[in-house]
T-cell receptor
Framework: KQEVTQIPAALSVPEGENLVLNCSFT??????LQWFRQDPGKGLTSLLL?????REQTSGRLNASLDKSSGRSTLYIAASQPGDSATYLC??????????FGAGTTVTVRA | KAGVTQTPRYLIKTRGQQVTLSCSPI?????VSWYQQTPGQGLQFLFE???????NKGNFPGRFSGRQFSNSRSEMNVSTLELGDSALYLC????????????FGQGTRLTVV
């Protein structure tokens, strides 16, 4: 069974600081890893998708790395803004079509 | 292009009733998955459909069922509702391949009283 862990569970930083969010998974036989953002009471917004053959993926201020052999991914958010406050979730997809999610990291960016 | 559309957005039902939730995927997407999100359990997989066939099912009781239509739209049904079924139900769509990106709808907030 795939276990996905996200540390820390919550994070509070001043505006402008860089954010580092961690995700680990137990089964390295994955097709891809996806990072999502969720605002309170809302659905999930896809941020980045990293295929199992890739080492990293970038979009604007976001950069995600993947080390499949060690079962780890890190999401970096540069120069954080109050609008980045949300819960960030990572999910891995295996061959059984489903996404296995971590519990998320709740980020607060203080103005 | 239009995103994943879930209806209704909010529902209040009484214990013992049944409910049907709807999901319209992104145009061209043939895979639809359903997830339940609760504060205690997080996001849990319910089932996945492709071309009207269920390809995988999570560990939920038989009260939870779903189907997919020929236009890829999907519905999930929960019968004999229990208080513990109160949750945010999320639908995701993606292309056929396992290595493609999943896009989620805004969810249906179900409250069972």
């Amino acid at each position: 069974k795939q276990e996905v862990t996200q540390i820390p569970a919550a994070l509070s930083v001043p505006e402008g600081e860089n954010l580092v969010l961690n995700c680990s998974f137990t089964d390295s036989a994955i097709y891809n890893l996806q990072w999502f953002r969720q605002d309170p009471g809302k659905g999930l917004t896809s941020l980045l998708l990293i295929q199992s053959s890739q080492r990293e993926q970038t979009s604007g201020r976001l950069n995600a790395s993947l080390d499949k052999s060690s079962g780890r991914s890190t999401l970096y958010i540069a120069a954080s803004q109050p609008g980045d406050s949300a819960t960030y979730l990572c999910a891995v997809r295996r061959g059984d079509y489903k996404l296995s999610f971590g519990a998320g990291t709740t980020v607060t960016v203080r103005a | 292009k239009a995103g994943v559309t879930q209806t209704p957005r909010y529902l209040i039902k009484t214990r013992g009733q049944q409910v049907t939730l709807s999901c319209s995927p992104i145009s061209g997407h043939r895979s639809v998955s359903w997830y339940q999100q609760t504060p205690g359990q997080g996001l849990q997989f319910l089932f996945e459909y492709f071309s009207e066939t269920q390809r995988n099912k999570g560990n939920f009781p038989g009260r939870f069922s779903g189907r997919q239509f020929s236009n890829s739209r999907s519905e999930m049904n929960v019968s004999t509702l229990e208080l513990g079924d109160s949750a945010l139900y999320l639908c995701a769509s993606s292309l056929e391949q396992r290595n493609t990106e999943a896009f989620f709808g805004q969810g249906t907030r179900l409250t069972v009283v």
